[in-house]
């Protein structure tokens, strides 16, 4: 009788530790479904690019526009300059919007960090050789946090 007892206790002690694991699992996959899912509400879609090789990317938070950077390959009117860069943050969501060069240079950004929606950035700018292929990244960021698009290309 007695061992019957330490038998029960050792199963019940068992069917806790199995019962307390898989609680850890179901909340662990719940909170990674929920990361995913976050992530979707985030497209990214690039325009076409110019003869002189300008373009843009607009990102897209539930399917409302929340922010655009321009690339402007050659300087335009109204003392718009070429070979640069800037970025608008459109939505009100707590987010800022970051663009930053990933090709030819590295570490130059254009950011709206810092101020609220609406607001769009000063030109990035900088001398490249005609021709020249650029790629660039557009980011949703908040904090240490960023959610950015593939590295989309034209050219200077």
Same mark, same amino acid.
């Given at each position: ?60 938070? %539930?399917? *409302?526009?929340?922010? +655009?950077?321009? &690339? $402007? ?5 109204? =003392? ?33 960090? %810092?101020? *609220?929606?609406?607001? +769009?950035?000063? &030109? $990035? ?5 005609? =021709? ?25």
């Amino acid at each position: 009788m007695f061992k019957m007892h330490g038998m029960t206790r050792r199963l019940r002690s068992r069917f806790g530790t199995l019962l307390a694991a898989s609680a850890l699992f179901v909340g662990g996959s719940v909170t990674v479904g929920a990361t995913n899912a976050a992530a979707v509400d985030w497209t990214f879609s690039k325009s076409a690019v110019s003869a002189d090789g300008s373009f843009s990317i607009t990102s897209y938070y %539930g399917g *409302a526009v929340a922010g +655009v950077m321009k &690339w $402007n390959a050659d300087p335009g009117c109204c =003392g718009i300059p070429g070979d640069a860069f800037q970025v608008a943050d459109r939505l009100s969501d707590g987010r800022g919007m970051e663009a930053k060069m990933i090709s030819p240079a590295t570490g130059r950004v254009a950011t709206t960090r %810092g101020h *609220a929606a609406t607001y +769009v950035s000063p &030109w $990035n700018t900088g001398d490249l050789a005609e =021709g020249t292929t650029v790629q660039f990244q557009l980011c949703a960021v908040v904090g240490i946090y960023s959610t950015c698009s593939l590295g989309y290309g034209g050219h200077a």
